[in-house]
């Protein structure tokens, strides 16, 4: 789940008509979390939007190719799709998205990675699902109220035991 200013998709689809190329949504994650995400390659660097020479899906600690992490946002074009569908296994014997990318970019289809800027939760994660819940629950007029004082009463039970 992600949250911003402007939609992500809304300003995927603007990257998309600069570059007419395949997207993937990407943010900037520490050298040490790395390993955790696929991670970019990145030919050029053209500030909000990068042109990319491939993915490394999980790279060893200390191996990435940068610090662009894929998010999972995409748009895509057809040919990416026809690969998939040919269903071809890869790593841990599944389809995977990412080696169907790299096969449309092996037929000269480009891939960017769109830098997004905005807040990412992992909802992957149980914490993560609980964090984009009450941050989405805080957001809303008819909830805030109610949860803000439930959050502030169970953050005050919990400093009085300690």
């Known amino acids: 789940v992600i949250a911003a200013e402007k939609p992500c998709l809304e300003q995927m689809v603007e990257a998309f008509a600069e570059t007419q190329g395949n997207i993937v949504a990407a943010m900037e994650v520490p050298d040490e979390t790395a390993s955790s995400y696929g991670i970019l390659d990145v030919k050029e660097d053209m500030g909000s939007i990068v042109s990319t020479q491939g993915m490394v899906e999980k790279p060893e600690p ?3 190719p940068s610090n662009l992490a894929v998010i999972g ?64 629950a805080l957001a809303r007029p008819d909830l805030r109220d109610d949860l803000q004082a439930y959050l502030d009463a169970l953050i005050l039970a919990g400093r009085g035991t300690q």
């Open 73 to 136: 946002r995409y748009i895509l074009t057809p040919r990416v799709l026809q690969k998939l569908n040919q269903k071809k296994t890869g790593a841990g014997g599944e389809i995977q998205l990412t080696d169907a990318i790299a096969d449309a970019r092996d037929d000269g289809e480009e891939v960017y990675g769109f830098r997004f800027r905005g807040q990412r939760f992992d909802c992957g994660s149980k914490a993560g699902f609980l964090q984009a819940t009450v941050a989405f």
């Open 62 to 64: 200390g191996s990435a």
